[in-house]
């Protein structure tokens, strides 16, 4: 008898301990669209990790790698409106939403990555995050993506006038289709999970992304000239759902804002190493790596792309300007 009692007494000591538990540890989903041993899926996972130690157990968070949970934009969607608490988005597909995150998709605005990074540590990314924070999405941290560069199925590019009339896969935003158009390309938006297939079949020619996308989707197989036109430098965010963030108390969101840098800093010194491997294996696999000697076409191309935006968005111009002159 009294050893029943007991039990009943400890499985509800235990019920007890649990719902307490639930009360009030919040657990998190958190999406990713890279596939194991990816540098952001690494370092998220390591953010991940990070968060339950610094926040001690308050805040959990699962990860769903692979883009699992759906593509890009509609994840975007989802931590906008609160369906994922979290995710690590490439701020290319964000500029529709955000203007003002919108100025790191014009293409060659940034010199270089470091550049970027200085950009983005200045007033600049500043304006940038309060553009992303008004539309629900928080950057806790900025992730390297490097430069992004065409790749095709038949020909290297050096010029404007080899992409004419091919069709160009690129991620879902005006100013990439328009980027595509002005070169004499017809742009094709697309889920990145869609590329492959789309070069594998004709459905595209060609499409554009750093060196570890262009490897580790496989598109290297069949799509075997790579020309280094780096007309994209688009950073990544580890960004989080405004109001869960803001109901966070200041412990917390110290906490978190610290995973997700310390998550960073690792993120980048694992790009630096993946962007040496992809480059190696795919040309080791035998993909054509061509130089364009002279990137000004491509860039006088791009004015009617600056135009379309400022004149979208006349009060934005101050920032273009901001980034321009930052050294
Ligand atoms: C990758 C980026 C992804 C996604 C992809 C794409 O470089 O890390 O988030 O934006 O490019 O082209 O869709």
């Known amino acids: 008898m009294n050893k029943i009692i007991n039990t009943a007494l400890a499985g509800a000591a235990t019920a007890i301990t649990l719902l307490s538990g639930a009360a009030s540890a919040a657990e998190w989903r958190g999406w990713n669209i890279h596939v194991e041993g990816y540098p952001n899926t690494v370092a998220m996972d390591k953010f991940a990790e990070l968060v339950a130690e610094k926040t001690g157990g308050e805040i959990t968070l699962q990860m769903f790698h692979g883009g699992t949970l759906g593509d890009q934009p509609d994840a975007i969607e989802q931590v906008r409106i609160g369906g994922l608490e979290i995710g690590n988005?490439?701020?290319?597909?964000?500029?529709?939403?955000?203007?003002?995150?919108?100025?790191?998709?014009?293409?060659?605005?940034?010199?270089?990555?470091?550049?970027?990074?200085?950009?983005?540590?200045?007033?600049?990314?500043?304006?940038?995050?309060?553009?992303?924070?008004?539309?629900?999405?928080?950057?806790?941290?900025?992730?390297?993506?490097?430069?992004?560069?065409?790749?095709n199925t038949d020909k290297p590019i050096n010029t404007p006038a080899d992409l004419q009339g091919m069709k160009v896969r690129v991620m879902n935003n005006d100013l990439y289709s328009g980027m595509i158009s002005e070169l004499g390309g017809n742009p094709s938006p697309m889920a990145f999970g869609e590329v492959y297939q789309a070069l594998k079949t004709g459905v595209v020619d060609g499409a554009e992304n750093n060196w570890p996308s262009y490897e580790s989707t496989?598109?290297?197989?069949?799509?075997?000239?790579?020309?280094?036109?780096?007309?994209?430098?688009?950073?990544?965010?580890?960004?989080?759902?405004?109001?869960?963030?803001?109901?966070?108390?200041?412990?917390?969101?110290?906490?978190?804002?610290?995973?997700?840098?310390?998550?960073?800093?690792?993120?980048?010194?694992?790009?630096?190493?993946?962007?040496?491997?992809?480059?190696?294996?795919?040309?080791?696999?035998?993909?054509?790596?061509?130089?364009?000697?002279?990137?000004?076409?491509?860039?006088e191309a791009m004015a009617p792309v600056y135009e379309a935006y400022l004149s979208a968005n006349p009060d934005l111009r101050p920032l273009v300007e901001l980034i321009q002159a930052t050294e």
């Open 89 to 151: 988005f490439n701020l290319g597909p964000i500029g529709p939403i955000a203007p003002e995150a919108n100025v790191v998709s014009l293409p060659f605005i940034f010199k270089d990555v470091d550049h970027m990074f200085r950009v983005l540590d200045g007033e600049a990314g500043q304006k940038i995050a309060e553009g992303m924070s008004a539309k629900g999405l928080v950057p806790l941290a900025w992730y390297d993506a490097g430069a992004r560069s065409f790749y």
């Open 218 to 299: 496989g598109h290297f197989e069949v799509a075997g000239y790579y020309s280094l036109s780096q007309h994209l430098i688009i950073p990544e965010c580890v960004c989080v759902n405004a109001d869960v963030f803001n109901g966070l108390t200041d412990e917390q969101k110290a906490a978190l804002t610290e995973a997700a840098q310390e998550s960073a800093v690792l993120q980048r010194e694992l790009w630096s190493e993946r962007e040496a491997a992809s480059r190696e294996k795919v040309e080791a696999a035998g993909v054509t790596i061509n130089e364009i000697a002279d990137k000004a076409p491509f860039q």
